[in-house]
C-alpha cells in the first residue's frame, strides 16, 4: 500500500491494475466488478524496459541499440555525460559532415 515513483502516472495505474490487485482495494474492486480474477483470467507479462518505456542508458545493456526504442518516459533532451545515451530523435545531434 501507498505510493511509490511513477504511481501517478501511465506507467504506475498499468503497474497497479496487473500487480497490486491483493493490495489496493480500489483495484480488487475493478476487477471484481468486470468480473476478472487476476492472476487467472488475466496475467501480466513484462516488456523490455529499454524498448518500450526507455529512460536512461543506466538501465540498460552498454551496446543497447538505441534504434530499438519505440517508447520515450522522460529521457534528458540534451547533453549527458554518457556518449550512449538515447535521446528522442527530435534531440539527437546530426554528426558532421
Excluded: M
Aim: hydrophobic fraction near 25%; charge should be positive.
Amino acid at each position: 500500500k501507498g505510493e511509490y515513483p511513477g504511481s501517478e502516472c501511465g506507467q504506475g495505474f498499468w503497474h497497479t491494475l496487473f500487480y497490486k490487485s491483493e493490495t489496493n482495494d480500489v483495484v480488487a474492486k475493478a476487477w471484481s466488478d468486470a468480473n476478472f480474477a487476476v492472476p487467472g483470467n488475466l496475467t501480466a507479462d513484462q516488456l523490455d524496459l529499454c524498448v518500450w518505456n526507455y529512460q536512461t542508458s543506466a538501465r540498460c545493456a552498454k551496446n543497447f541499440d538505441c534504434t530499438r526504442v519505440r517508447a520515450h518516459h522522460k529521457p534528458i533532451k540534451t547533453g549527458g555525460s554518457d556518449p550512449n545515451e538515447c535521446h528522442k530523435s527530435s534531440n539527437r545531434q546530426q554528426a558532421p559532415s
